[in-house]
């Protein structure tokens, strides 16, 4: 009997996803993925010339992480024509959906569709910050006039990702400080052998740091707080849309923002579709 998955759109992580399914056994059918030169030599991936003959050929539908960039389309950026989050929805009928930062997902359950969101298993969220977490320390280095070691070193948040980067960054010799708000948090990170700032004692300690890392998905960095920090100090913004930081603001105060998005996309493709393959295992093992 054929294994078969649909892959409709993503960027270099599918891509290599797809290579993976192709090793496999799996017979991918594929929409939105036409310019990836990679995938055109492969025998068991066939490159569908509409949305619906894709969907249309597996139970399975595998969309990107995230799912879109502007809550308007779906992210394609190796296909030839976009792809509307409204006509994708339409042709998903009986399928089961499986991507990352699903944002359409009353639609979904209107139209009774099943998914999984990527992003909300825990095995793959964990794995994911890995790679966040190099990538950011990666930007910290070429973006700094100072070594990572020895700086004063803010991570804004103790969550998944903020956990991963203050380990990362205390094992090559940065000064770390932590900020949370719960009390909970404040005792993980002293007993980490951090060094915690409670989110009430922020603005009093913001002067101090060469780097600002922000993993905090709301804009705490704002207004006054911005004139706070050192004019040669770098900020880093991993939180989503709008992100943590007042970016304009920081602009006119000629400060050093760089908002880092969907880094293990960007800094290890690989790594992070040997992830996306292991979590859509699980995922297709309990249907």
């Not at 595998?62 to 779906?74: A, E, F, I, K």
């Not at 959906?97 to 998914?115: F, H, P, R, T, W």
Request: proline share 3%; aromatic share 6%.
């Amino acid at each position: 009997m054929e294994k078969s998955i649909t892959v409709i759109g993503g960027d270099l992580r599918i891509v290599k996803l797809i290579e993976m399914l192709d090793k496999d056994g799996y017979k991918v059918y594929t929409y939105a993925l036409e310019n990836s030169e990679e995938l055109l030599n492969l025998d068991s991936v066939e490159m569908c010339p509409t949305l619906e003959e894709a969907v249309s050929n597996s139970k399975v539908v595998v969309g990107p992480v995230p799912l879109s960039s502007d809550r308007r389309r779906l992210s394609a950026p190796f296909g030839r024509n976009s792809v509307e989050l409204e006509d994708f929805i339409s042709v998903l009928k009986g399928k089961y959906l499986i991507a990352g930062n699903i944002i359409i997902k009353e639609q979904l359950e209107s139209n009774e569709i099943q998914y999984t969101d990527l992003l909300k298993r825990e095995e793959f969220s964990v794995l994911n910050t890995i790679a966040t977490a190099e990538g950011t320390i990666q930007i910290a280095m070429e973006e700094t006039q100072r070594t990572v070691h020895g700086s004063n070193v803010l991570v804004m948040g103790f969550g998944r990702i903020g956990k991963v980067l203050a380990k990362m960054l205390d094992g090559i010799g940065a000064k770390v400080y932590c900020e949370a708000r719960k009390n909970e948090d404040i005792s993980w990170i002293k007993a980490y052998g951090y060094n915690p700032i409670h989110l009430n004692d922020l603005d009093k300690n913001l002067g101090k740091f060469d780097i600002i890392i922000n993993t905090i998905p709301f804009q705490l960095l704002t207004g006054n707080r911005l004139d706070l920090i050192k004019k040669d100090a770098v900020i880093i913004d991993l939180a989503s849309n709008p992100g943590g930081i007042d970016r304009k603001s920081a602009r006119e105060k000629g400060l050093k923002v760089i908002w880092a998005l969907s880094l293990p996309a960007k800094v290890a493709p690989l790594t992070s579709a040997e992830f996306i393959k292991e979590t859509l295992y699980h995922v297709l093992k309990e249907l």
